[in-house]
């Protein structure tokens, strides 16, 4: 079974890929072309991160927040304002974004 996450979506396209948890500057290193950044939200440091990213999934933010005018101008999948995204998912499991419709797919292992 596949678990369903919501929020606004802010930059359309679908992607699949690697969630990857970054709690912040420090963290960036962990970071890996085709990874799914994960994160509260996003300022101008993290730009760098979306030149790599298959897509982009924010605790908080909408359509004019900087993740979501970022991900729009380097054509990536963007589900912003997903609730407890940094506690309900985990670094390294599969996720489908859906960023024309908001959601954020959980796949299980097969």
Known sequence: MT???????ASAGT?????RLIHGPDEFNRFQSGDVLVCRTTDPAWTPLFWTASAVITETGGMLSH???????????????????????TNGETLAVDGSHGTVARMDAE
């Open 67 to 89: 993740a979501a005018i970022v991900a729009r101008e380097f054509g990536i999948p963007a589900v912003l304002g997903v609730r407890e995204a940094l506690e309900l998912l």
């Open 3 to 9: 678990q369903i996450l919501t929020g606004t979506p």
């Open 15 to 19: 992607s699949r890929g690697p969630a």
